[in-house]
């Protein structure tokens, strides 16, 4: 069983950043893929950001050269740095181990507002 817990999220206004973090337990945690989600209030949930075990990365169209996915290994934790934050970057994060049918965060809420 892995349990990701998220934290970091919060309100901040049009053009600030905000870097959310999540904590993984369990040993096995090097060997996810770990992943970055977000949900809009009466949107599907959609990818954000990925970082494969070996350090690879991929983000999604909206986000690119403004967040960026890290991952600390000695620490068992997933980053994201997110930069010039956008109203539309609004929504619940949720981190995940393993993809869609991994292991899901409780979410952490991102408001960007004015």
Same mark, same amino acid.
Do not use: H
């Given at each position: 069983?892995?349990?990701?817990?998220?934290?970091?999220?919060?309100?901040?206004?049009?053009?600030?950043?905000?870097?959310?973090?999540?904590?993984?337990?369990?040993?096995? $945690?090097?060997?996810?893929?770990?992943?970055?989600?977000?949900?809009?209030?009466?949107?599907?949930?959609?990818?954000?950001?990925?970082?494969?075990?070996?350090?690879?990365?991929?983000?999604?169209?909206?986000?690119?050269?403004? $967040?960026?996915?890290?991952?600390?290994?000695?620490?068992?934790? %997933?980053?994201?740095?997110?930069?010039?934050?956008?109203?539309?970057?609004?929504?619940?994060?949720?981190?995940?181990?393993?993809?869609?049918?991994?292991?899901?965060?409780?979410?952490?809420?991102?408001? %960007?507002?004015?």
């Amino acid at each position: 069983q892995v349990q990701l817990v998220e934290s970091g999220g919060g309100l901040v206004q049009p053009g600030g950043s905000l870097r959310l973090s999540c904590a993984a337990s369990g040993s096995i $945690f090097t060997s996810y893929a770990m992943y970055w989600y977000r949900q809009a209030p009466g949107n599907q949930r959609e990818l954000v950001a990925r970082i494969w075990s070996g350090g690879t990365t991929n983000y999604a169209d909206s986000v690119k050269g403004r $967040f960026t996915i890290s991952r600390d290994n000695a620490k068992n934790t %997933v980053y994201l740095q997110m930069n010039s934050l956008k109203p539309e970057d609004t929504a619940v994060y949720y981190c995940n181990a393993g993809g869609a049918g991994g292991y899901w965060g409780q979410g952490t809420q991102v408001t %960007v507002s004015s």
